[in-house]
């Protein structure tokens, strides 16, 4: 046939072949045709090459290649191929560089507000008035101002940005240093590829990148192929294509039904050789890659032919299209430049808190500075009765600023600055450890978002289950096994007849392989059921490979393979008295039929009628169906050297056999799988179990892993039935629909790849629930790629999952295992609980520095704090907590409460008790300090001293107090659920340890030497031993505000909410009607989040009057800002709480395929 095709070739499309001549690079196909070509499938594509090229061996001469010798290995032509084709290799989203990093770092509104308190108090600090102060003027002292004071003015703004320099260094350094590692991680595996090609008539191993167009690729049984092709000769070749199409059955391939290949599917059966004829980003995975934005750049250099191109692949990926589509790539422009800045929960409420201090902080600072600037005006004017003078005008504009110097102090205390360190620092820390627990986190924010999961959506072969298919129960010889016999009970005759029956039965191909490290399993190649059966046959103390080398593959007399129609495998073999036996394996219920012996226990043969069949389907073979086994009977025929059978009459050969056993292969549950589950629901997170499998199969492995248990109100749903259940008259899915079925849903079988989608996507947009839930998926195919990308959290296999899918994810689990899901879930909650037990420690400072400096300030016109100690008192304490709190490890008892939740306060009420109770003390203490102090300790007072004078030993006793105080509340802060014992595992954290005892020792060496900078004077012992005192007090007044039961308090308000119910989500405000694809979003976002910070105070007024709410934050924080106008227009219904939104379509080429409206 070959040989008749090339002859033909020689004859026929010679015209045709000079008219396109001028093709590129003197290769006879251009790249636009090869990616049409590779579009096609089937007859469709086997009819294009006919009519383009003749057939496969036209299309090779057409690339210039030999289809037996390969091209010839030489550089300049390869060279030539790659600039034309392109090269086999998809390239990676450019990394950001470390100046990006930093910029996206700054955009923290935090941030901003500090670094613009900064800068005026920097520039405050070095504008002198000229102009003594003159007698006429006044001689009104602003409170005690020392020189020291005012040439160290700058030290305070400088101070502040140095401690913002800090905070974006570190957390630009921890994105950096995350991006290096998982490129690190990608190259590795990247060189690590190899494929066989020809080149010179000699076969090669080639790295996968190397390929070029053209060249001649060996396929053979398991190779992930790596670029498409075209087949030119094939054995009984089988593909899995479903991480493409998401179609499980395998596709046979022949180089005259369906010749293409393409890249990223997997060879299940047979070999073959293919002409490679689209490589990278023009290849099938490549162009899905794209899709998915990880060739963005590569789009913009590509003509506009390829772009309309890539608008036909969007239509044609049916499962990658899900509901964004055909748009996908018209947002891929916008897209490939965009900041990726994605705000998760915590961000969002931390974003929300720190604005609601820093508004707090604004109206103190601005109350100080209006007090302050009154009681001068009316001292200077009112009561001295002074006139004010043109010549004193800078006097007293120093005068102002002096004032707003103490106000913008006071903003600068209120304003926790230690709130972004701490979040990076927390996840920083969280996502090293978690790479020890085999989650390899590629989104900073999912580890974070992974605390508040709802629901899981599972794999179950692979993730469930370890994708070792083993054989557990059997039935040999008369016995039903429950588990391996021992070689012993079994005749040896059976025995015997079994291992031969197994091991030459089956693809050579297959088999079991020592394991690649200590310790580990022994690895399966293969067929996974064969496998099974070749595990069984070494279970049972004996070896496949010396009766296969005994007979090798090509004595075997006859093969009949199996597939889909058979549903068996039988292999005929010459026996040494020139008789002939078959062996056969297959579904029992086929096999059964065909059987007419059994072998007995003594291993003889035993009549076998159907009545006795219909007892074994009942006794035997059900029983082990509905423990999630499938069932595979092994059975033999003999015939006499003088009745050869016609071969051909397959029915005949394959009858009237003798069964030697069934077998029940099972796909084990991971052994640690159970108790992971019950810890997910115990922590309040619903389990569902979503596979392709059928649906008993399914139902056994949920219920051995106790996703569904029994006496639950559960659904067990094969994926037809739930699109039936899901979708309208007209086959739309309809949210409503969903709703009912979600719930209660929890195994989903045989299910595609887009059912996965539309479960996940409908879980997410359901309104039924108190809160919206949070959904994690794991997936492995490409296929899984839109589940991954839609879910909140998505995890891909690192062992399993293919490029695409890891792509797509958030976090890698990197030994593909569940219950590293529940290590991600509780690593999530623990940077939550770090955070609060941060923010419950920082704002108790704040709350007290804020209302001392303020109330020194309008009482005694300075405030008792200086601005330096108030520094040292903000950063380092800042700093340090955060560290100090955000690196406490995770226990065990974080799984035993339901997640937060997206509308979960930060601070709950007992921290607020806390917060508030501590206050009090502290507050107590410095005031009493303040004012009776030096009767106490029986020294100078400190108040009102002259200018110049020394620091005061009174001042800095208070200074000292208060220090002391933050350190033992420290101690406090590391319980926020108002546990009892604060030690409790304390010495489980050495960085804690290190860094309360190092700020106490600093906090020596400043009082005792910092003299005139620090504004301290040395104390003795005795005073050191009274501030300790104070200090230690606090664990005791700890334990005092534990015993106030927080349900009393019904006063106290929670802070720092999540998006409330009727306001807009962050998600829906960028979502509109649309589904809008991540990275729109979060583009959206990052500019919105300027303009919020700026909008937010202004639209704060208009914004009360019109949801008339409780007057508590939540309700104030209902913000409909102007940039919302910008995007969208919004209307307001007669209820003020209703808000709908109708969003400004963006002109796509697709319509809007998920129209429902966002209550």
């Known amino acids: 046939m070959g040989d008749m095709a090339n002859s033909s070739i020689e004859f026929h499309p010679k015209p045709q072949q000079q008219r396109e001549a001028p093709h590129a690079g003197g290769f006879g196909c251009t790249l636009s045709e090869l990616r049409a070509l590779m579009e096609l499938r089937g007859a469709e594509a086997l009819q294009k090459i006919q009519e383009a090229y003749g057939d496969v061996s036209g299309l090779c001469k057409r690339l210039k290649t030999s289809p037996t010798e390969g091209l010839a290995d030489n550089t300049n032509d390869l060279e030539k191929r790659r600039q034309i084709y392109g090269q086999n290799f998809i390239p990676p989203k450019q990394p950001k560089t470390f100046l990006q990093l930093v910029w996206e770092a700054l955009q923290d509104v935090t941030l901003i507000i500090l670094e613009v308190a900064a800068i005026v108090s920097l520039g405050l600090s070095f504008y002198a008035p000229p102009g003594e102060e003159s007698e006429a003027c006044g001689n009104v002292s602003g409170g005690a101002e020392d020189e020291g004071e005012a040439e160290a003015g700058w030290i305070e703004g400088a101070a502040i940005l140095l401690s913002v320099i800090c905070v974006v260094l570190v957390t630009a350094f921890n994105d950096w240093s995350k991006e290096k590692q998982f490129r690190g991680l990608q190259s590795r595996i990247e060189q690590e590829q190899k494929f066989t090609v020809i080149r010179n008539g000699q076969l090669l191993q080639v790295p996968v990148a190397a390929l070029v167009v053209g060249d001649i690729a060996q396929v053979k049984y398991g190779d992930l192929l790596p670029a498409d092709g075209v087949l030119i000769q094939g054995n009984d070749l089988k593909i899995d294509e479903s991480s493409l199409t998401g179609e499980s059955d395998h596709v046979r391939k022949s180089a005259d039904k369906d010749p293409m290949l393409l890249s990223g599917t997997h060879v299940m059966e047979g070999s073959g050789r293919m002409v490679v004829t689209a490589v990278g980003v023009n290849s099938q995975t490549g162009i899905i890659f794209t899709l998915l934005g990880a060739g963005g750049e590569e789009e913009e250099k590509k003509d506009k032919k390829a772009k309309k191109q890539d608008g036909a692949v969007a239509m044609e990926m049916q499962p990658l299209k899900s509901a964004e589509g055909g748009e996908m790539e018209e947002r891929e422009k916008k897209k490939a430049n965009v900041p990726k800045k994605e705000k998760s929960v915590l961000q969002g409420k931390l974003t929300k808190l720190a604005v609601q201090i820093g508004k707090a902080g604004l109206v103190m600072s601005a109350i100080t500075v209006i ?120 005749t040896p005759k059976i025995l015997d007849l079994l291992v031969h029956a197994i091991s030459i039965n089956s693809a050579y191909t297959t088999k079991i392989l020592p394991p690649e490290k200590e310790g580990a399993l022994p690895r399966q190649v293969g067929n996974k059921t064969e496998c099974a059966l070749l595990g069984f046959v070494l279970d049972l103390k004996r070896d496949f490979q010396p009766v296969r080398e005994q007979i090798p593959e090509d004595k075997l007399y006859k093969v009949y393979t199996f597939n889909s129609v058979r549903k068996s495998m039988s292999t005929v073999i010459r026996m040494p008295d020139g008789g002939f ?82 077998v029940g292969i099972e796909d084990p549950v991971r052994p640690e799988v159970p108790e ?62 969903l709703d009912k079925v979600w719930p209660k849903l929890r195994v989903l079988a045989r299910s595609s790849p887009t059912d996965k989608h539309t479960l996940v996507k409908g879980i997410i947009d359901s309104t039924t629930g108190e809160q ?79 209302i001392v400096a303020f109330t020194g300030a309008c009482i005694t016109q300075d405030s008792p704090l200086k601005a330096v100690q108030m520094l040292w008192v903000n950063l380092i304490m800042d700093t340090f907590a955060s560290l100090a709190l955000a690196t406490e490890p995770p226990t065990e008892s974080l799984l035993l409460r339901k997640p937060y939740g997206r509308d979960k306060p930060l601070i709950s009420r007992t921290m607020m008790k806390n917060i508030l109770g501590h206050a009090v003390y502290q507050l107590t203490i410095i005031f009493t300090l303040l004012f009776v102090g030096e009767l106490l300790f029986d020294i100078d007072s400190g108040r009102n001293a002259p200018l110049h004078s020394p620091p005061s030993e009174h001042y800095t006793i208070i200074f000292n107090t208060f220090v002391m105080m933050q350190l033992f509340n ?65 664990l005791v007044w700890g334990q005092v505000i534990a015993t106030i039961p927080t349900s009393q308090l019904k006063c106290l308000k929670e802070a720092g909410h999540g998006p409330g119910k009727d306001e807009m989500t962050d998600e829906e405000l960028a979502e509109g009607e649309e589904e809008i694809d991540h990275a729109e979003r979060e583009l959206r976002r990052g500019q919105i989040l300027w303009f919020r910070g700026l909008n937010r105070i202004q639209t704060q007024m208009e914004v009360v009057s ?51 409206s966002i209550p």
């Not at 701490?422 to 989104?443: E, F, Q, W």
């Not at 009892?980 to 595992?985: H, I, L, S, W, Y």
């Not at 309360?996 to 050191?1024: A, D, R, Y």
């Not at 209307?1131 to 319509?1151: D, E, F, I, Q, Y």
């Open 970 to 1034: 420290e101690i406090n802060a590391r319980k926020i659920h108002g546990e009892r014992n604060v030690f409790d595992g304390i010495f489980s954290n050495p960085i804690f340890c290190t860094i309360v005892l190092g700020t106490f020792g600093i906090q020596i060496v400043i009082v005792q030497f910092g003299g005139k900078p620090f504004s301290c004077s040395p104390l003795s012992t005795e005073q050191w031993l009274w501030c300790l005192f104070v200090g230690v007090g606090e």
């Open 676 to 737: 992971a589950i019950r810890k997910c629901q115990r922590a309040g997170i619903t389990v569902r179990m979503v596979t392709g499998d059928n649906i008993n199969t399914a139902r056994a492995i949920a219920a051995k892993c106790g996703i569904i248990q029994p006496g639950e109100d559960f659904l067990c749903l094969e994926g037809k039935e739930f699109n039936r259940r899901i979708r309208n008259e007209k086959g739309e899915i309809e949210q409503e629909r």
């Open 1106 to 1156: 019109t949801f008339k709410r409780s007057g508590s934050f939540q309700g104030a924080v209902r913000r409909r800002s102007s940039v919302l106008s910008q995007l969208h227009d919004v209307t307001n219904l007669s209820t003020p709480t209703h808000v709908t939104l109708s969003a400004a379509k963006p002109t796509s080429a697709a319509g809007n395929p998920s129209g429902e």
């Open 772 to 850: 919206r839930q949070v959904v994690a998926v794991t997936g492995d195919g490409t296929n899984d790629g839109p589940a991954l990308k839609k879910a909140d959290v998505g995890f891909a296999m690192g062992i399993a999952g293919t490029d695409v899918a890891k792509e797509a994810s958030d976090i890698i689990l990197t030994d593909d295992n569940f219950t590293s899901i529940v290590k991600a879930v509780m690593w999530g909650r623990n940077v939550y609980d770090s955070i609060s037990k941060f923010l419950q420690f920082q704002l108790t400072v704040n709350v007290v520095a804020v």
């Open 581 to 662: 036996r078959l062996f056969s394996k297959g579904a029992s219920e086929i096999l059964l039929k065909k059987c007419t012996n059994i072998l007995n226990s003594n291993g003889e043969l035993r009549g076998f009628r159907p009545r006795d069949r219909d007892d074994m389907v009942k006794k035997i073979i059900e029983p082990m169906a509905c423990d999630g086994l499938r069932t595979i009977c092994i059975a033999y025929r003999d015939f006499s050297s003088s009745q050869e059978p016609d071969w051909d009459n397959e029915n005949e050969v394959v009858g009237d056999l003798t069964c030697i056993a069934v």
């Open 371 to 490: 007090i302050l600037v009154l009681y001068f005006v009316i001292e200077t004017f009112v009561v001295d009765g002074r006139v004010w003078l043109a010549e004193c005008t800078p006097v007293y504009v120093q005068y102002f600023v002096k004032f707003f110097i103490i106000g913008v102090t006071v903003l600068v205390v209120a304003v926790p600055e230690g709130l972004p360190l701490a979040v990076t620092i927390s996840l920083a820390y969280s996502v090293k450890k978690m790479m020890k627990d085999n989650n390899l986190v590629r989104h900073l924010d999912a580890c974070e978002t992974m605390g508040n999961a709802t629901a899981i959506c599972s794999d179950k072969t692979g993730t469930l289950t370890t994708n070792r298919m083993t054989v557990v129960q059997s039935y040999l010889g008369d016995t039903h096994y429950k588990e391996i016999p021992a070689p012993s009970a079994l």
